[in-house]
């Protein structure tokens, strides 16, 4: 049995030291004694609050040389337990389980429970480790040492629950697009609660909603659910929707992968259609056989009809198969607009070819794009755009001459001359030319007018 006064009992130390400093305080000097008794109160009481400080630290410091850790564990593996001592004084440790019963007294195990093995015992050091941990061992561990008083240090053991296989489901198995679908991800029994991502190929998306509650087969365990609405377009058939389970219990690649399902989204939309030209290679000429190729993409399969736009189909079309339309020796007839419809269960959508047929000329060579029979036009003008011109010009000219006729017209000029001067007043001939014959002389005085 350890005495009061021993070096690993602090506060039978501290009272041995105040007993013996209370005794020296009534031992002193009758001079001292004599003083008044207030002053021995107040030294009593210095002394006694010195004292209780120390005594505290000391006690303070040999609780801190019993020390354990926490342990997070995942349920059914390995939890290990350590006791250690900081500074040794050879005094025994032992283990409690929360329920304080004894799970191993220095090296003995009185608890009749094998899953408790001994891992190290020293002076210094009880470890002991716990398999197949379950959640009814958690709780606070109970690290002894037997001092007097004992002192006490605990290990909190956590045991984590991985959540069970995910389960996914979708309120509409088929989509048309534009429609909107709410998939629902649940998992059940983990601990703590798991976390649900939701992925769209390889893109995150962010849930509409989530809710956890309690099992109701263990209070301890948590069941999650997490729901998610989409609005599918075409682009968004074949992908896969994936509801992976996140949990602090996994960290295993494999066993992450198996914390997620997936579903497929399966989208119907209208047709999309396209017409290419298969032939001829450039300008469609009279005696030509156009060939064209319609391509349409839709879910369900679509269907496909040729037919012509306000006007028969001539009668030598060809069909090969439904996408592709032969039209053999061509002629000006057949000039028009040409249409391919496609339709399925989720709509109909078509795209238009006009077709322009060029007369045969060995001078005119393809060059430009028509735009409106997707061929090439000649690089040399039509001849009845040569016509034209030529209309135009010679109008113009003709117009330009009756303009000038008109103008000259209007200001045509008339000559007087003063070479007969006084002719016009003869009486007869003779007498005219004799004055006209007289006005010869004033020759150099001559001049013309114009009006």
Same mark, same amino acid.
Request: hydrophobic share 35%.
């Given at each position: ?185 649940? $998992? !059940?029994?983990? =601990? &703590?609660?798991?976390?649900?991502? %939701?992925?769209?190929? *390889? @893109? /995150?998306?962010?849930?509409? +909603? ?84 319609? $391509? !349409?993409?839709? =879910? &369900?399969?679509?269907?496909?009809? %040729?037919?012509?736009? *306000? @006007? /028969?189909?001539?009668?030598? +079309? ?100 003063? @070479? ?32």
């Amino acid at each position: 049995m350890r005495r009061w006064g021993s070096a690993s009992n602090p506060l039978g130390s501290a009272l041995h030291t105040s007993r013996c400093m209370f005794n020296m305080a009534f031992a002193m000097p009758s001079a001292v004694a004599a003083a008044p008794t207030t002053q021995h109160l107040l030294t009593l009481a210095v002394w006694a609050l010195l004292i209780g400080k120390g005594a505290a630290q000391e006690i303070e410091a040999d609780t801190q040389n019993l020390v354990t850790d926490n342990v997070v564990v995942v349920e059914g593996e390995v939890a290990t337990i350590s006791c250690r001592v900081k500074n040794n004084d050879d005094s025994v440790i032992q283990l409690l389980n929360p329920s304080r019963q004894t799970i191993y007294f220095r090296e003995v195990r009185p608890l009749k429970d094998n899953r408790f093995q001994l891992v190290n015992f020293s002076s210094s050091e009880l470890r002991v480790s716990l398999s197949n941990v379950s959640l009814v061992d958690e709780g606070k561990y109970v690290c002894q040492l037997y001092t007097d008083p004992p002192q006490e240090a605990f290990a909190t053991i956590t045991v984590l629950v991985p959540p069970e296989t995910p389960i996914i489901d979708a309120n509409k198995d088929v989509l048309r697009e534009g429609e909107e679908v709410e998939f629902t991800c649940s $998992t !059940a029994g983990s =601990k &703590p609660a798991a976390e649900i991502k %939701w992925l769209k190929g *390889d @893109e /995150e998306i962010q849930e509409s +909603a989530g809710n956890v509650e309690e099992d109701p087969r263990e209070e301890k365990l948590f069941n999650v659910t997490s729901r998610l609405v989409l609005k599918v377009s075409r682009l968004d058939d074949g992908l896969p929707v994936t509801c992976q389970v996140e949990h602090p219990a996994v960290k295993d690649l494999q066993t992450m992968k198996d914390l997620q399902a997936q579903r497929y989204l399966d989208v119907q939309y209208k047709p999309q259609v396209q017409i290419t030209m298969s032939q001829p290679q450039g300008l469609t000429r009279e005696g030509d056989t156009l060939e064209l190729i319609c $391509t !349409a993409s839709g =879910k &369900p399969q679509p269907n496909l009809i %040729w037919k012509r736009v *306000d @006007e /028969e189909m001539p009668d030598r +079309a060809i069909f090969t198969e439904p996408r592709t339309f032969i039209l053999e020796s061509l002629n000006k007839t057949d000039n028009g607009t040409y249409r391919c419809s496609a339709f399925n269960a989720v709509g109909e959508s078509f795209e238009d070819y006009v077709l322009h047929v060029y007369a045969t000329s060995p001078t005119t060579e393809p060059s430009a794009h028509d735009s409106r029979a997707g061929t090439e036009v000649p690089r040399s003008v039509d001849h009845a755009v040569i016509g034209g011109v030529v209309a135009v010009v010679v109008f113009a000219i003709l117009c330009l001459l009756i303009v000038l006729g008109r103008y000259f017209a209007r200001h045509k000029g008339t000559y007087f001359t003063h @070479e007969a001067k006084g002719a016009d007043d003869a009486a007869d001939a003779d007498t005219a030319i004799i004055n006209a014959e007289g006005g010869q002389n004033n020759s150099d005085e001559k001049k013309e007018y114009f009006i």
